[in-house]
């Protein structure tokens, strides 16, 4: 799959991670498709540092991997005995006690929460496997664009473990607990039309027009105005946690602030 921003030069680029800017429009690629852009601790901080470098301009952040995969989940090296050269094995990390290991899981999960920040809207462009971290990847954004080939899977619980980087709240917001449940339970693969018709996907195209696709998207999102979407979003992301009459208090108190700027009375 070609890079929509290889003309751009790279404000980060390292450990299978590109973060290219184009004014209000960053663009994140998984640059390893040798390795099916599989997940490592270092990919991880590397995604975290692309989100901490996102310049003030950015309003829509697209997600895309190289290759025939969007990401094909945990590097399997972790799984081995000795692991990945410079990271912690697996028997290391279940030898470190309780609070050392929720900071080591903590700062793995910084890689997925940033996403969902108000001031941006990210877009996870995914074809083929999405597998595990990688599902939990593309759940970490706020909107999905899936290619034909697109296959969904959570296969943690058959490594007899959870998914743990930030994908169970958002898959239950978007397909219901029993789905959810029976999604991670079993590993099966998802595809594109059951992940358009259960709301993982908001749209599935074939794979040649992914990108196009995604770029559609972004420039749409692009052409309503900043703070009106900050709002929107905000108000739309807290609306679960939210009673009927907070979630109108929380509308009024939006629109007053939306009003008064257009009139130019704001604070």
Same mark, same amino acid.
């Given at each position: 799959m070609a890079s929509p921003d290889q003309d751009l030069a790279p404000v980060l680029d390292k450990d299978g991670v590109r973060l290219t800017v184009d004014d209000a429009?960053?663009?994140?690629? +998984?640059?390893?498709?040798a390795k099916r852009n599989a997940q490592s601790p270092a990919l991880w901080r590397a995604l975290a540092e692309a989100g901490r470098s &996102?310049? *003030?301009?950015? !309003?829509?952040?697209? #997600?895309? *991997?190289?290759?025939?995969?969007?990401?094909a989940g945990l590097d399997r090296q972790m799984f081995s005995p000795e692991g990945i050269p410079g990271e912690p094995t697996f028997i290391e990390l279940a030898r470190r006690d309780d609070a050392g290991l929720d900071a080591t899981i903590a700062e793995f999960q910084e890689a997925f929460t940033w996403w969902r920040?108000?001031?941006?809207?990210?877009?996870?462009?995914?074809? *083929?496997?999405?597998?595990? =971290?990688?599902?939990? &990847? =593309? &759940? =970490?954004?706020? &909107? %999905?664009?899936?290619? $034909?080939?697109?296959?969904?899977?959570?296969?943690?619980?058959? #490594?007899?473990?959870?998914? $743990? +980087?930030? *994908?169970?709240?958002? #898959?239950v917001s978007l397909v219901g607990y029993a789905r959810a449940l029976e999604i991670c339970a079993t590993g099966r693969f998802v595809q594109a039309e059951e992940a358009v018709a259960s709301g993982l996907a908001n749209l599935a195209v074939p794979g040649a027009e992914l990108d196009a696709a995604a770029g559609d998207l972004a420039a749409a999102l692009l052409a309503a105005p900043r703070d009106a979407v900050v709002e929107t979003k905000a108000l739309l992301r807290g609306a679960g946690d939210r009673s009927y009459d907070e979630q109108r208090a929380a509308? !009024?108190? @939006?629109? @007053? %602030?939306? +009003?008064? $700027? #257009?009139?130019?009375?704001g604070e």
């Open positions: 429009l960053a663009t994140v690629t +998984l640059t390893n498709p &996102l310049p *003030g301009s950015v !309003r829509v952040v697209v #997600l895309r *991997g190289e290759g025939q995969s969007f990401s920040r108000t001031d941006i809207v990210s877009i996870a462009a995914v074809q *083929g496997h999405a597998i595990g =971290a990688g599902f939990q &990847l =593309a &759940l =970490a954004c706020d &909107l %999905r664009v899936v290619a $034909d080939d697109v296959q969904f899977a959570m296969r943690e619980t058959n #490594l007899g473990l959870v998914p $743990d +980087l930030t *994908g169970t709240h958002p #898959l509308e !009024r108190q @939006a629109q @007053a %602030r939306r +009003l008064r $700027d #257009l009139a130019g009375v």
